[in-house]
T-cell receptor
Framework: GNSVTQMEGPVTLSEEAFLTINCTYT??????LFWYVQYPGEGLQLLLK?????DKGSNKGFEATYRKETTSFHLEKGSVQVSDSAVYFC????????????FGKGTRLSVIA | SAVISQKPSRDICQRGTSLTIQCQVD?????MFWYRQQPGQSLTLIAT?????????ESGFVIDKFPISRPNLTFSTLTVSNMSPEDSSIYLC??????????????FGSGTRLTVV
């Protein structure tokens, strides 16, 4: 079946530190991959996505590259800010459109000044 | 991308009662998805709602407990029936974000935070 394995949290970093949150997946075919973010007290927002192998998704300084050979979609940011404190979810959908997302367990990030 | 209005945003309910959650989308969508997020946990798919047919439920979720209506292409409701404290969670609806080819990913409602006492 389809599944997402995500780095366990919580993760605590100092401001301006480098962030990596690991995500690997199991899926049949060619899934689309996503990172969603949930800020404290808010809803779920799309952070970035990639729909085919070697695509790089990027937004707000965050990046993730769709690596089919390693079935991974690791989230990175070069310099985190306090405002990046949130829960980050890696997710996939097994094909394009009209199929639900499968989520990883989520990683809570706390950035301290 | 699609915009979803979900309500209520939160509620505190007595055990044994039922709560109906509504999601209104600003565009027509084929599928709507309902998720549950238990405290400190990830999102678990409850069911997929397709207009004009019965919802498809995931393992562990049944229609008698979580009846879903989908009367048209812009609206759906999820009812949490005969509630117990274990049903305390955030419930979210979701649709494909529009734009074609997952251009906008999936859009989520703001969630309904349910507490059962």
């Amino acid at each position: 079946g389809n599944s997402v394995t995500q780095m366990e949290g919580p993760v605590t970093l100092s401001e301006e530190a480098f962030l990596t949150i690991n995500c690997t997946y199991t899926a049949t075919g060619y899934p689309s991959l996503f990172w969603y973010v949930q800020y404290p007290g808010e809803g779920l927002q799309l952070l970035l996505k990639a729909t085919k192998a070697d695509d790089k998704g990027s937004n707000k300084g965050f990046e993730a590259t769709y690596r089919k050979e390693t079935t991974s979609f690791h989230l990175e940011k070069g310099s985190v800010q306090v405002s990046d404190s949130a829960v980050y979810f890696c997710a996939l959908t097994p094909r394009a459109g009209n199929t639900p997302l499968v989520f990883g367990k989520g990683t809570r990030l706390s950035v301290i000044a | 991308s699609a915009v979803i209005s979900q309500k209520p945003s939160r509620d505190i309910c007595q055990r044994g009662t039922s709560l109906t959650i509504q999601c209104q989308v600003d565009s027509q969508v084929t599928m709507m998805f309902w998720y549950r997020q238990q405290p400190g946990q990830s999102l678990t798919l409850i069911a997929t709602a397709n207009q004009g047919s019965e919802a498809t439920y995931e393992s562990g979720f049944v229609i008698d407990k979580f009846p879903i209506s989908r009367p048209n292409l812009t609206f759906s409701t999820l009812t949490v029936s005969n509630m117990s404290p274990e049903d305390s969670s955030i419930y979210l609806c979701s649709v494909e974000g529009g734009g074609g080819g997952l251009m906008n990913g999936y859009t989520f409602g703001s969630g309904t935070r349910l507490t059962v006492v």
